[in-house]
């Protein structure tokens, strides 16, 4: 199972592009799968339709939510897919079944005010400079793009050369996505940059190490910050600014962007371009979200509607 595994992963990394976080979920994913086959005396080469319908109960029955067995099978499928194609099986034993339905709930967003108050934290919070220039570098550009947070700490210091008015953007499969930056977050980026290029020349000059090549440069194996660190950071510059940190995270920030921009009456082509999605249905859920504003505020405010 394992040989299958890495083979299935090495072709979704060169066929399909797919990204790290992507790779580290199909294979979680799967190794749940094949520990689950192993200990019934199963294999891959064996496993039957009713097996896997099995392993999906037996999912549900650990009360994992249906978005996560959806995900499970999903990746269930590729990789069953994958062996089929390469030869591997003379079938396919997951393409007739079905998934479970996930509920569609709006995507959790903040006021333009709660933003205001972490942009504001970002500035004061950090115990050092630099700390306060990367942290509002950091969040400006990520309430300024909506980028995702992945993208966010891997940005290559080469896009922020020569004050660009727009970031190129690697995003999901290897997709590149120009967003435009506002006037705070230029200068943010300026900022942080001129700070990061005399820190990066310092150590250099003193122990001889190479230039990153990270916008956000760290001592991790990745050469940046990570998506983990940056949750957590986050978190800790809401609880300074005053707000709830559990309703708080990076990807609300990617959800407010967008809101406040639908909510401004920005095209929803546009946002979709800016957000980087494949699926305009995808961008379309943010409308759901100024409906319900908007109901409540009419059983709010409406005159007709109060008691």
Same mark, same amino acid.
């Given at each position: ?11 979704? =990394?060169?066929?399909?592009?797919? &990204? %790290?976080?992507?790779?580290? !979920?199909? *294979?979680? /994913?799967? +190794?749940? @799968?094949? =520990?689950?086959?192993?200990?019934? &005396? %199963?294999?891959?080469?064996? !496993?039957? *339709?009713? /097996?896997? +319908?099995? @392993? ?7 009360? %994992? ?5 959806? *995900? ?236």
């Amino acid at each position: 199972m394992t040989a299958w595994i890495d083979r299935f992963l090495e072709a979704q =990394a060169a066929e399909r592009g797919a &990204a %790290l976080n992507s790779l580290l !979920a199909y *294979r979680r /994913d799967l +190794e749940d @799968y094949a =520990a689950h086959l192993a200990a019934r &005396a %199963l294999s891959p080469e064996t !496993a039957r *339709r009713a /097996d896997i +319908e099995a @392993y999906l109960v037996s999912c549900e029955a650990q009360g %994992l939510a249906a978005s996560t067995r959806a *995900r499970r099978l999903a990746a269930i499928r590729g990789f069953y897919r994958f062996a089929h194609e390469e030869g591997l099986r003379a079938d396919d034993p997951a393409i007739r079944i079905s998934g479970p339905s996930k509920r569609k709930s709006l995507p959790k967003t903040i006021s333009p005010e709660a933003v205001d108050a972490l942009l504001a934290a970002a500035e004061t919070m950090g115990a050092t400079e630099a700390e306060r220039l990367r942290d509002t570098c950091l969040m400006q550009l990520l309430y300024a793009t909506g980028m995702r947070v992945t993208e966010l700490v891997s940005l290559p210091v080469a896009s922020a050369r020569g004050d660009p008015r727009m970031l190129l953007v690697r995003g999901k499969g290897g997709r590149e996505r120009l967003v435009p930056l506002s006037p705070p977050a230029r200068a943010a980026l300026t900022a942080w940059l001129a700070h990061r290029d005399a820190d990066e020349a310092k150590k250099r000059a003193e122990r001889g190490t190479p230039a990153s090549p990270a916008l956000f440069p760290s001592r991790g194996k990745a050469g940046h910050l990570t998506r983990i660190w940056f949750h957590t950071r986050i978190k800790t510059l809401a609880a300074h600014a005053g707000l709830d940190p559990g309703a708080i995270s990076p990807h609300v920030l990617r959800h407010a962007f967008a809101t406040h921009l639908l909510s401004g009456g920005a095209d929803l082509r546009a946002i979709q371009a800016m957000l980087g999605h494949a699926d305009i249905s995808t961008t379309e859920i943010y409308t759901h979200v100024l409906e319900s504003r908007l109901q409540e505020l009419v059983l709010t405010h409406h005159p007709l509607a109060k008691p």
